[in-house]
């Protein structure tokens, strides 16, 4: 599994948990878990980044960082509704920005992995 794919899975499954717990949880509990949720986005976006540098592939990444360093800053400066409607759109943000790398990933690396894996057998069925 490649770091792009998996970063932007944990991307996704973070902002899906930060959107449920938006709604359900009191206003400081979502404080928390958005700070929580932010420092760990944050710090896995930065390190991605670090390792690939500036590529077409760091896009999500770079997003990425800004959401979760965005969604930090807010749970220690707001509160109350303000709090919990900033989380949720933060939360959707960084679902969509892991979904469109998910899907510029598949269709970048991926496609061509399957494509080539796909001539391999029609060429071995051929053979035989």
Known sequence: ????FGLGTLYALAGGFLV???LTFAASTVGWLAFGVGTGVTVLAAAALARTGVARSSYG???AFVVGLWSLIAALIFTGSTLTWLVFADAIVLVAIALADLA???ITTER???TLDVHDHS???QAA
């Open 1 to 4: 599994m490649s770091l792009r």
């Open 123 to 125: 060429e071995l069925a």
């Open 20 to 22: 449920v717990s938006s």
């Open 112 to 114: 061509v992995v399957h």
């Open 61 to 63: 990444y770079s997003a």
């Open 104 to 106: 510029l990933h598949e």
